[in-house]
């Protein structure tokens, strides 16, 4: 039972900002454990005014006669309004015109549990045009919310399953372009910046773009590597402000496979295992990447795995990963994809052995093996594995300014949106190119293709977004990029290296 002494606040890890005809409510990924992590949804800009009162600390009562006296309704009235909000502790939703619209957990917060977070903020909110709304879940209207940059596509290794574009010649976008990216993304109000590589570490002044990322509020989910890191590297780490995860990438214990998988030099196992003690020294949290392969998939290996890092004590969870076919390196990867059967196997045996005694997160991410190839229905929403999300929240910045739709397509010109050399993050967003890709129209796709004359194209695209154009050039080539996704029932069959 709300009390009208008890003082509640907008929860502070929740922000708005206007995204020229609504509000964007949202919290970064980094939130208390009562908060809702890395939420974003579009309210009604009264919605928002009515919560940024919250704002400012008051007692309830004292914020319901405020409200009354704005809005000419009764305190009773304002009260029951509200009461869906205070510490709900499950996401909650109005909806208007026919809108949904989201709100996430413990929205207002009583003050004694945030005493030391909360701090009174009565400039929160962009005025919006009240007459004018549209909250249809679409993409961000002005810019992305939150940028996925790729300092470099240098490495150490060679991974015979790589993913990455790691041959494309280009000219790096300098410090100071890339600091003035970091200064649009806060002025912008965006949740965060990501950064890859290749490996981050093998950029010279990967210290000073973290270092500004972490200062302007943006601060990256994790870093991962596949290289030993040198202490001295790591105080350098240490001393940009990050305090995230850093993501070790380790298939095997045994150097003669990795020599095999990623081309290691000799010593490599001892190096990585002296970057995770130096790492939990500097105290940072520590998760694992694992690629299950037809050498590194079997038991023996995966145990081997599991005892020595039971042994990490700043461990944040280990992922296991069965990896799809690259489009950049489908012959290696050929030649290291394991059977279905052994695969099989791994998962039974981290299910039922290794899970139910693991002290910490054990993931296995193994949806590549159920493929629904040519099963999508006419009246499926999305394909089994989910839609796609290219161009909704998330922008893909290329080391040479470039700005593809999708993370996984690189320099494919078929999806580059814009250059930040040349354009703005928010020119680029809202480019013909960044729309015509979100929008699809029958027209831009070539006759061969079965969807330049398909009878649900705007169901598929428009409505419902199903096809995934990374699954697309899986499945038929870079040059096929307008063939239908290959779980569609309409599309050609698939001859590529897609099943396993």
Same mark, same amino acid.
């Given at each position: 039972?709300?009390?009208?002494?008890?003082?509640?606040?907008?929860?502070?890890? +929740?922000?708005?900002?206007?995204?020229?005809?609504?509000?964007?409510? +949202?919290?970064?990924?980094?939130?208390?454990?009562?908060?809702?992590?890395?939420?974003?949804?579009?309210?009604?800009?009264?919605?928002?005014?009515? $919560?940024?009162?919250?704002?400012?600390?008051?007692?309830?009562?004292?914020?319901?006669?405020?409200?009354?006296?704005?809005?000419?309704?009764?305190?009773?009235?304002?009260?029951?309004?509200?009461?869906? &909000?205070?510490?709900?502790? #499950?996401?909650?939703?109005?909806?208007?015109?026919?809108?949904?619209?989201?709100?996430?957990?413990?929205?207002?917060?009583?003050?004694?549990?945030?005493?030391?977070?909360?701090?009174?903020?009565?400039?929160?909110?962009?005025?919006?045009?009240?007459?004018?709304?549209?909250?249809?879940?679409?993409?961000?209207?002005?810019?992305?919310?939150?940028?996925?940059?790729?300092?470099?596509?240098?490495?150490?290794?060679?991974?015979? &399953?790589?993913?990455?574009?790691?041959?494309?010649?280009?000219?790096?976008?300098?410090?100071?372009?890339?600091?003035?990216?970091?200064?649009?993304?806060? !002025?912008?109000?965006?949740?965060?910046?990501?950064?890859?590589? @290749?490996?981050?570490?093998?950029?010279?002044?990967?210290?000073?773009?973290?270092?500004?990322?972490?200062?302007?509020?943006?601060?990256?989910?994790?870093?991962?590597?596949?290289?030993?890191?040198?202490?001295?590297?790591?105080?350098?780490?240490?001393?940009?402000?990050?305090?995230?995860?850093?993501?070790?990438?380790?298939?095997?214990?045994?150097?003669?496979?990795?020599?095999?998988?990623?081309? =290691?030099?000799? @010593? &490599?196992?001892?190096?990585?295992?002296?970057?995770?003690?130096?790492?939990?020294? +500097?105290?940072?949290?520590?998760?694992?990447?694992?690629?299950?392969?037809?050498?590194?998939?079997?038991?023996?290996?995966?145990?081997?795995?599991?005892?020595?890092?039971?042994?990490?004590?700043?461990?944040?969870?280990?992922?296991?990963?069965?990896?799809?076919?690259?489009?950049?390196?489908?012959?290696?990867?050929?030649?290291?994809?394991?059977?279905?059967?052994?695969?099989?196997?791994?998962?039974? &045996?981290?299910?039922?052995?290794? !899970?139910?005694?693991?002290?910490?997160? $054990?993931?296995?991410?193994?949806?590549?093996?159920?493929?629904?190839?040519?099963?999508?229905?006419?009246?499926?929403?999305?394909?089994?594995? @989910?839609?796609?999300?290219?161009?909704?929240?998330?922008?893909?910045?290329?080391?040479?300014?470039?700005?593809?739709? =999708?993370?996984?397509?690189?320099?494919?010109?078929?999806?580059?949106?814009?250059?930040?050399?040349?354009?703005?993050?928010?020119?680029?967003? #809202?480019?013909?190119?960044?729309?015509?890709?979100?929008?699809?129209?029958?027209?831009?796709?070539?006759?061969?293709?079965?969807?330049?004359?398909?009878?649900?194209?705007?169901?598929?695209?428009?409505?419902?977004?199903?096809?995934?154009?990374?699954?697309?050039?899986?499945?038929? @080539?870079?040059?096929?990029?307008?063939?239908?996704?290959? !779980?569609?029932?309409?599309?050609?069959?698939?001859?590529?290296?897609?099943?396993?």
């Amino acid at each position: 039972m709300m009390s009208q002494n008890e003082t509640y606040v907008l929860n502070p890890d +929740y922000h708005f900002k206007g995204d020229k005809d609504r509000i964007v409510m +949202y919290s970064k990924k980094q939130v208390s454990s009562f908060s809702s992590s890395d939420w974003v949804s579009f309210i009604h800009p009264t919605q928002a005014q009515i $919560l940024n009162v919250f704002a400012v600390k008051r007692t309830f009562g004292e914020q319901c006669k405020l409200l009354a006296l704005k809005y000419g309704i009764s305190e009773g009235q304002i009260s029951e309004m509200l009461a869906p &909000y205070i510490e709900n502790k #499950n996401v909650v939703h109005t909806i208007f015109k026919e809108n949904k619209i989201y709100f996430p957990q413990n929205v207002l917060i009583a003050w004694h549990n945030v005493e030391e977070l909360f701090k009174e903020d009565t400039n929160n909110i962009v005025q919006v045009n009240c007459n004018d709304v549209n909250l249809k879940q679409d993409r961000m209207h002005i810019a992305p919310q939150s940028i996925l940059l790729m300092l470099t596509n240098k490495c150490v290794t060679k991974c015979k &399953y790589c993913y990455a574009d790691k041959n494309t010649k280009y000219t790096p976008m300098s410090t100071d372009e890339v600091l003035h990216l970091i200064d649009d993304a806060k !002025r912008l109000k965006m949740s965060y910046i990501d950064v890859i590589g @290749g490996e981050v570490f093998c950029r010279k002044d990967w210290d000073i773009i973290i270092k500004k990322i972490v200062d302007n509020g943006l601060m990256p989910n994790f870093i991962s590597t596949k290289m030993p890191i040198a202490e001295e590297t790591i105080k350098r780490l240490k001393d940009t402000g990050y305090n995230n995860v850093v993501q070790i990438s380790l298939d095997s214990l045994d150097e003669q496979v990795l020599s095999t998988l990623i081309d =290691c030099k000799v @010593g &490599y196992v001892n190096k990585m295992k002296q970057t995770i003690i130096n790492l939990e020294a +500097y105290g940072f949290k520590v998760q694992f990447d694992t690629i299950l392969t037809k050498l590194t998939a079997n038991r023996k290996s995966l145990d081997q795995l599991f005892l020595f890092i039971s042994k990490v004590t700043n461990l944040e969870y280990w992922e296991i990963r069965i990896p799809e076919v690259s489009i950049y390196t489908p012959e290696t990867y050929k030649e290291i994809k394991a059977n279905k059967d052994q695969l099989l196997d791994c998962i039974d &045996y981290i299910n039922e052995t290794l !899970r139910p005694k693991a002290q910490f997160k $054990l993931f296995c991410s193994d949806n590549c093996l159920e493929e629904h190839l040519g099963e999508g229905k006419d009246i499926d929403k999305h394909f089994y594995g @989910g839609k796609c999300i290219m161009l909704k929240q998330l922008a893909f910045v290329l080391p040479d300014g470039k700005v593809s739709a =999708c993370e996984q397509l690189y320099w494919h010109p078929q999806f580059i949106i814009g250059d930040l050399k040349k354009q703005s993050i928010e020119e680029i967003w #809202n480019s013909p190119k960044a729309w015509e890709l979100y929008n699809l129209s029958q027209g831009v796709f070539r006759k061969e293709s079965v969807c330049s004359h398909c009878k649900i194209f705007d169901f598929c695209n428009l409505e419902n977004h199903r096809r995934c154009f990374v699954k697309v050039i899986k499945a038929y @080539g870079k040059d096929k990029w307008d063939y239908p996704d290959p !779980r569609c029932q309409y599309a050609p069959k698939v001859t590529s290296d897609l099943l396993y």
